[in-house]
């Protein structure tokens, strides 16, 4: 079993400001219609919105997580999460995203690695990449 704490894991909004920017000139370079620009616009506005408040909800900024070799628990004020490590979890050079298969139900889960010291960065990116081979080496 190996315990540490999350603190101060602040979402970085960088890319999803990016992506959705992009993705609006793509599309209002097609458009002719100025109303059709507008729409595009505040469509994109609305979902790049959406899709921050998701990722920021997924991204707790303190708690504690303590790794056991079958099960992993996280746990705050808010949220009380406790399960498994799913091969669709990722690793990023800056963040882990964890998907958690719980008892009944399943969670994302975003650790950033300026929340937590190096070595247990370093141990959670070990116990993801361990479920993720894991899963590949059974299929």
């Not at 793509?26 to 959406?50: D, E, K, P, Q, R």
């Not at 746990?75 to 979890?89: A, C, L, R």
């Not at 975003?110 to 960065?121: E, H, L, R, T």
Request: hydrophobic content about 45%; some cysteine; glycine content about 6%.
């Amino acid at each position: 079993m190996y315990r540490f704490t999350v603190k101060n894991n602040k979402a970085d909004h960088k890319p999803i400001v990016v992506f959705f920017c992009v993705l609006t000139l793509i599309m209002c370079l097609f458009l002719s219609s100025f109303l059709a620009i507008l729409i595009c616009i505040f469509a994109n506005l609305i979902t790049g919105v959406i899709v921050g408040r998701k990722v920021k909800a997924c991204q707790p900024q303190m708690g504690v997580i303590i790794l056991e070799p079958s099960l992993f628990r996280f746990e705050n004020d808010v949220h009380k999460i406790e399960g498994q490590i799913s091969p669709k979890s990722k690793v990023f050079t800056g963040s882990v995203w964890l998907f958690i298969k719980g008892f009944n139900n399943n969670h994302w889960l975003i650790i950033s690695a300026n929340g937590v010291d190096k070595q247990s960065y370093a141990r959670l990116k070990r116990a993801v990449l361990s479920a993720v081979n894991g899963a590949q080496g059974s299929k």
